[in-house]
């Protein structure tokens, strides 16, 4: 009877191994779970200043482009639905948290609250230029001011008088634009409303005037080695200065002699 005790079936032994292998088709199973998937876009999204598109949030989620799809549009649905402060919308080719159009009295309240400060003179450049050339980015109005405008740009945007319009197809780079709040703030209605620029200018001879008075070749040119004769010279000092030196033209504001006033300093 013992010899005719069967031997062991390797296919009974094998046969538990089989399980291990059928999860195959989960082999691409993301670390972190679908149900936290909704909550892991949200922190990204809320830590963000610009949009960000499906395939980045993907990446850094670690889910599938298609999955993320769907949880940003069900996200964006129930944000509505709820009547939430705040909308998850698509634009500039990505997703971004904004707060809702109807609550925008309350978040200027909040934004402009104590910033009812002059703006500099550096800050009515970099808006003026904003105003003619929008949407404008960031680098083309440091080009046009010959100074770098980041901290005044964000003073034009915590102030509301200036918004981001997109991004520049080619260099990717973020483009600003005056507001609504800016019309209202100057008394237009719309941008045709604006003042041309070209009766503002000065004229060739008035430039070239200026020029000559900057450089100083408006001033009688002296013979070389000629100096001031003793006998020239008044018998006594004079208590004040005489009538043909206070008769000389003063030096022109915007000449090299003087200094223009500040434009006023911003208070925050």
């Known amino acids: 009877m013992s010899e005719q005790q069967p031997e062991p079936d390797e296919e009974t032994v094998d046969a538990p ?21 909704r909550p892991a876009l949200e922190a990204i999204l809320m830590v963000s200043d610009e949009p960000l598109d499906r395939v980045r949030l993907a990446s850094v989620v670690g889910h599938p482009v298609d999955d993320v799809e769907a949880a940003l549009v069900a996200l964006a649905g129930e944000y509505a639905e709820q009547g939430r402060g705040f909308d998850l919308r698509a634009v500039a080719g990505g997703w971004r948290f904004y707060s809702r159009p109807e609550f925008a009295g309350v978040v200027e309240s909040f934004v402009l609250e104590g910033q009812q400060a002059r703006l500099t003179r550096a800050a009515l450049e970099t808006l003026s230029v904003v105003a003619y050339k929008q949407p404008v980015s960031r680098a083309r109005v440091s080009a046009i001011r010959g100074v770098n405008v980041d901290g005044v740009m964000r003073t034009l945007l915590s102030r509301g008088l200036v918004e981001e319009a997109g991004q520049d197809e080619q260099s990717g780079a973020n483009l600003y634009r005056t507001t609504s709040y800016f019309l209202e703030r100057i008394g237009i209605t719309s ?13 060739m001879d008035d430039l070239e005037d200026e020029l000559a008075s900057v450089a100083g070749l408006d001033a009688p ?4 080695g000629a100096e001031p004769s003793p006998a020239a010279a008044p018998d006594h000092a004079p208590d004040h200065a005489p009538d043909d030196v206070r008769d000389l033209p003063h ?9 223009e006033p500040d434009g006023g300093t911003e208070i925050s």
């Open 17 to 37: 191994q089989v399980p291990e292998t059928a999860p195959e088709t989960d082999v691409d199973t993301l670390a972190v779970a679908v149900a936290e998937l």
């Open 191 to 203: 941008l045709e409303e604006l003042p041309e620029l070209a009766p503002y200018l000065p004229d």
């Open 251 to 259: 030096p022109s504001p915007h000449s090299g002699a003087g200094t």
């Open 221 to 224: 040119a002296a013979e070389p």
